[in-house]
């Protein structure tokens, strides 16, 4: 079974992805509970002018993947305004295929927006059937409440969860600290993470949660161990 969207869609940049990556980081602010320092995710994340690096091994981890290289259009089964049918890109999905280990490198950056601060990430996946897939986008950092004054959206202090995303549609995933220890959890989102296979014709896929799978586990190490990821393209 495969996924669906429209053909403007499918070449245009949209704003789904970031709505997705906001949707998710509203579970990593607390509101007004009162959070264990243990399970601050804060302290695992690099300071001003650094980078940090995280990896994970699993023997039973899945994810879906679809391959963004295969679309085929199909109907909608809408219409266009002008009454012509409303096509749609299909790509058909590989359920839980097997996810060998992650890399995850997050870069600070001080630039600011609606944002305190953000972080740079580079996400490496190692699996069974596809080889090394890559991913490089940003994860905003909400140090203090954001509201805007002329609408109601508002966005709470990150505390437990750090969402990060890839604009244009590249889709969203949510880091969140384990309690008590020096780990946090990978989360795809439900809209996926578009990532890419080596830096020719390698491919674009995206991968999105399986329905059974273990934890993604990703641990502090060494920073040294995420150099070579500084220019992965």
Request: with cysteine; hydrophobic share 35%; aromatic share 8%.
């Amino acid at each position: 079974m495969g996924s669906g969207m429209s053909e403007s869609l499918a070449t245009a940049c949209t704003t789904v992805g970031l709505a997705a990556l906001l949707s998710f980081m509203a579970v990593g602010g607390a509101g007004a509970q009162k959070v264990s320092s243990d399970r601050l995710i804060k302290p695992l994340l690099p300071q001003k002018g650094d980078f940090a690096c995280y990896k994970g091994t699993y023997a039973g981890a899945n994810v879906d993947i679809e391959d963004w290289a295969k679309g085929r259009s199909v109907d909608s089964g809408g219409l266009k305004p002008d009454g012509t049918p409303a096509k749609v890109i299909e790509f058909d999905r590989t359920p839980s295929v097997p996810l060998h280990g992650l890399t995850l490198r997050l870069d600070f950056d001080s630039r600011k927006a609606s944002y305190d601060w953000i972080f740079n990430f580079t996400l490496v996946a190692d699996t069974s059937t596809l080889g090394v897939l890559h991913a490089r986008g940003e994860c905003p950092w909400y140090d203090k409440p954001y509201k805007e004054s002329d609408s109601n959206y508002s966005v709470e202090p990150n505390t437990l969860s750090l969402g990060c995303g890839i604009d244009c549609d590249g889709g969203s995933m949510l880091l969140t600290r384990l309690p008590s220890q020096n780990a946090m959890h990978l989360e795809f989102s439900d809209l996926g993470l578009l990532m890419k296979r080596g830096c020719g014709g390698g491919g674009r896929f995206r991968v999105y949660p399986a329905k059974a799978s273990e934890v993604l586990r990703l641990e502090r190490v060494p920073k040294e161990q995420c150099k070579s990821l500084k220019n992965l393209k």
